[in-house]
């Protein structure tokens, strides 16, 4: 997609996070390889009943927008409940993890910088 494009988002498998993400899928739409997007990562992550994301930090921030679904988002020693059209921020650094809340899906946009950002 040099020049742009666009496709639907089930055309992107959804991959397992990790072991230490139980119940947690991610599909990486948009990315600095296949897509040619420098700057900016868009994922979906997908987050099962009962699942989570490890309690974990790096050094790069996240921006969310939440599409379905209820869950928490932990950003150090904050909590909060949040669902569709909700939008967080978390910031570089700071210990964080996504729960589902609900007996469906937890399903979110997670943008974050390409990796010669990361640094």
């Known amino acids: ?5 666009c496709f639907h988002y ?4 959804a991959e397992p996070f990790g072991d230490d ?15 040619f997007s420098p700057y900016y990562i868009l994922r979906m992550i997908e987050i099962e009943p009962g699942g989570h994301t490890p309690y ?3 050094p790069f921030e996240h921006e969310n927008f939440i599409l379905k679904g209820k869950g928490y988002l932990r950003i ?3 909590r909060w409940m ?11 650094g700071v210990p964080h993890m996504y729960e589902c809340a609900g007996d469906e899906v937890f399903c979110f946009l ?10």
């Open 82 to 92: 949040i669902g569709p059209g909700y939008v967080a921020y978390v910031p570089p």
């Open 10 to 13: 089930r055309d992107v498998s």
């Open 110 to 119: 997670c943008g974050i910088p390409a990796s010669r950002f990361r640094e």
């Open 1 to 5: 997609m040099e020049q742009g494009g």
């Open 76 to 78: 150090g020693d904050a």
């Open 21 to 35: 993400a139980p119940g947690v899928k991610i599909r990486v739409l948009i990315n600095e390889k296949e897509d």
């Open 56 to 58: 974990h930090s790096h």
